[in-house]
């Protein structure tokens, strides 16, 4: 019994292998991202509402401060043109799919007599007119040759086209090139927001450090009046005899070392004034005059919600993502390069001429063809294009894991911050208390004679360490509070604020 044999198409093995690229990627990032069920070590697992991010503040000049960041800060301004930019070359890969349209004019002149040599029309004429010549019919030379007489000296030709040409798509490698270019356009968008993150917390930190300043010069002041109180005690107890010079001259030199260390924070203040310029829009030659005294309450720890919605509004993990699903779909486009292609084109015009110089003749025209290409040799150049592409895929997908790694890890780092920040805080104010308490019976006993001067100086000293270390404490705090809203990705403000 003979078996038949089945013969496959060549054309169905391409096609065949062209589709089989469609694998989706979907089913692969499924592995990538966390499991719905995974939560963070700490924070509460609500979902995160815009209120408990930047504006959970209540603070009119960081908010304001932010919105105009977000509107005219330079770096945000030329990731806007980023995305026109990604946008037009997108436009510029989805005219690839479309058919396109082209009208053509042209217009030619040339000698009549060298016109004849190819021209039927020319020629016969000519040879119609020398044939009537030698026969002597019509009468005269002159009857003969008026068959050429019309003709000018130049002949004018010419044409206008319409062309059409439809590319054929069969197997979507133009459509895969174009949904690479708008994946590209997406991750511009993503960008966008991860610069507007960016330049957010930066502003928010150099505001911070401002106020920080200004509540360590208000520290500052009160330790120098404390300190010229002292100095004029420890002056009077000198002539009384009660302390020795020796204890003036201590008293001195901590009021002078408190006093150094005002000019470095007025110009530390100066400069976090001009980078806010910078960073609002207002120019490099600007300030930005701080208002507000004191560092503000640290808001409450705003949901965290879950790793997996974190995927959703992590700027950084969609960026990665795009690059995934661009890179993903350039691949599929170079695996289609090895099928061949098609094209079909088709024209609609007129051709014009004009031989005595004075009347046009005009003739319609049309034409049209299909165009099949089979790549079969390119030095290798589609196979080395086809690896490439692999390569950039898994690189891509190495770059996602990375992504959603991170994210992951700068929320839960942050939240340990926290965590650690507020105990420490707590202690820290105890010493202040203890410290303040210790200064308060110290002064009392100076002044009754019970102890020297050197317990209350480094009573002093303790008590004004403990102060610079709580409003440390309290700025780092809020730091750590801005990392969390970056890491979170939290909404930021939408318009600008205005108010007391």
């Not at 043109?81 to 053509?104: D, R």
């Not at 700027?315 to 094209?343: C, F, M, N, W």
């Not at 084109?345 to 003739?363: A, L, P, T």
Request: charged share 15%.
């Amino acid at each position: 019994m003979n078996k038949m044999r089945q013969e496959v198409h060549p054309l169905l093995l391409v096609s065949l292998f062209c589709w089989s690229t469609e694998a989706i990627a979907s089913e692969d990032i499924q592995e990538i991202l966390p499991v719905s069920g995974a939560r963070f070590s700490l924070g509460d697992s609500e979902d995160v509402s815009p209120e408990s991010g930047w504006l959970g503040w209540s603070n009119v000049e960081l908010s304001n401060l932010l919105s105009s960041g977000l509107v005219a800060n330079s770096d945000i301004l030329t990731a806007m043109t980023q995305i026109e930019q990604a946008s037009a070359v997108a436009s510029q890969v989805a005219a690839n799919v479309l058919p396109t349209v082209a009208l053509q004019g042209s217009m030619n002149v040339s000698p009549t007599s060298s016109s004849g040599f190819g021209n039927p029309t020319v020629t016969v004429l000519e040879s119609l007119s020398e044939l009537l010549e030698s026969s002597g019919e019509w009468g005269s030379e002159a009857s003969s040759s008026s068959l050429t007489s019309d003709l000018s000296d130049n002949m004018y030709a010419g044409s206008t086209v319409m062309t059409v040409s439809v590319p054929v798509d069969i197997w979507g490698a133009n459509i895969n090139r174009w949904q690479a270019a708008r994946w590209d356009s997406r991750v511009s968008r993503s960008v966008l927001e991860t610069v507007k993150i960016t330049v957010s917390g930066l502003i928010a930190s150099v505001w911070i450090d401002a106020v920080y300043c200004k509540a360590q010069l208000r520290v500052l002041a009160e330790q120098i009046e404390l300190a010229q109180r002292i100095l004029t005690l420890t002056h009077l107890r000198y002539e009384n005899g009660e302390a020795s010079a020796l204890d003036v001259v201590q008293q001195q030199q901590q009021l002078a070392a408190t006093q150094a260390l005002v000019p470095p924070l007025r110009g530390a203040l100066r400069a976090s004034e001009q980078q806010l310029a910078v960073l609002t829009g207002e120019g490099h030659l600007q300030t930005f005059p701080i208002a507000t005294q004191a560092l503000p309450e640290l808001p409450d720890l705003p949901a965290v919600g879950t790793p997996l919605e974190l995927m959703d509004r992590a700027p950084e993990v969609l960026v990665a993502l795009g690059q995934y699903y661009g890179a993903d779909h350039r691949r599929k486009a170079a695996s289609k390069g090895l099928a061949p292609t098609i094209g079909i084109s088709g024209q609609y015009g007129w051709q014009h001429v004009n031989m005595d110089g004075e009347q046009w003749q005009s003739e319609p025209t049309w034409g049209g063809g299909l165009t099949l290409t089979m790549p079969i040799f390119h030095g290798g150049g589609n196979l080395g294009a086809i690896r490439a592409a692999h390569a950039a895929v898994d690189g891509a997908r190495n770059e996602l894991i990375d992504a959603v790694q991170t994210a992951i890890y700068d929320v839960e780092v942050v939240l340990i911050k926290e965590q650690e920040g507020a105990a420490s805080h707590a202690l820290i104010s105890q010493q202040v208390a203890a410290a303040r308490m210790g200064f308060e019976l110290a002064e009392r006993e100076y002044r009754q004679g019970v102890v020297g001067h050197l317990t209350l100086l480094l009573a002093q000293q303790g008590l004004t360490q403990a102060e610079l270390s709580l409003l440390t404490s309290s700025r780092d705090r809020l730091y750590t509070r801005v990392q969390l809203y970056q890491a979170l990705s939290l909404p930021l403000p939408a318009g600008e604020v205005r108010g007391e």
